[in-house]
């Protein structure tokens, strides 16, 4: 398998469950990222980590905990979320470095209800 | 002023004609710049990155223009498979800001 995937797709979860996303990346990147987009709204960075150190957080809610175990995987753990947070989440990988091409995974479309 | 700005559009164009469009960036420190594409329910895709001294890529032409703040885009002959939203992207100090994205609509 090449690029980056996510998983599930899809996702429909309600404001008191637990769920988690995935991403993975066989493109030998060492830099993962979180992304939020939503309707009417430019693509929001959330986390960013550099050779599984975490070095960005933007002012995320603690209620989205993102892991990262290595360099090729990634993890959005999602728990008391509200309906808001309903978007598409997406995941990119890059070479460390603003100038280098990041690569997007497919997302996943969460609905909070 | 919002760090990076784009018409929403949509710009409906018909097949075969030029289209350009801008984006303007607030913080003159930024380094570098790209235009990314992304079709409807689709990940966002590099389209191509802009230089300084500006660059082509086929029918596309990017433009960086530092002492106004804007970057632009230009397609020309414009194709049907051209329809996407066009994301402006300015990399500031290793963080990657996205404008809204300008929507195109190619009118057969």
């Known amino acids: 398998e090449t690029g980056v995937t996510q998983t599930p797709r899809h996702l429909v979860m309600g404001m008191t469950n637990k769920k988690s996303l995935k991403c993975e990346q066989h493109l030998g990147h060492n830099a993962m990222y979180w992304y939020k987009q939503s309707a009417k709204k430019p693509l929001e960075l959330m986390f960013v980590?550099?050779?599984?150190?975490?070095?960005e957080n933007n002012s995320v809610p603690s209620r989205f905990s993102p892991e990262c175990p290595n360099s090729s995987h990634l993890f959005l753990h999602l728990h008391t979320l509200q309906p808001e947070d309903s978007a598409l989440y997406l995941c990119?990988?890059?070479?460390?470095?603003?100038?280098?091409?990041?690569?997007f995974g497919p997302g996943t479309r969460l609905t909070v209800l | 002023r919002k760090e990076v700005e784009q018409d929403p559009g949509p710009f409906n164009v018909p097949e075969g004609a030029t289209v350009a469009f801008n984006c303007t960036y607030s913080?003159?420190?930024?380094?570098?710049f790209f235009w990314y594409r992304q079709d409807c329910r689709k990940e966002p895709k590099l389209l191509m990155s802009v230089y300084s001294s500006g660059n082509e890529d086929g029918r596309f032409t990017a433009q960086l223009n530092r002492a106004s703040q804007y970057i632009s885009l230009l397609i020309r002959d414009s194709k049907l498979s051209d329809s996407a939203t066009y994301l402006c992207v300015v990399n500031i100090n290793d963080k990657i800001i996205f404008g809204k994205g300008t929507r195109l609509h190619i009118l057969p």
């Open positions: 913080n003159s420190a930024s380094q570098s």
């Open positions: 980590y550099n050779f599984k150190e975490q070095t």
């Open positions: 990119a990988s890059s070479s460390w470095g603003g100038d280098n091409e990041q690569f």
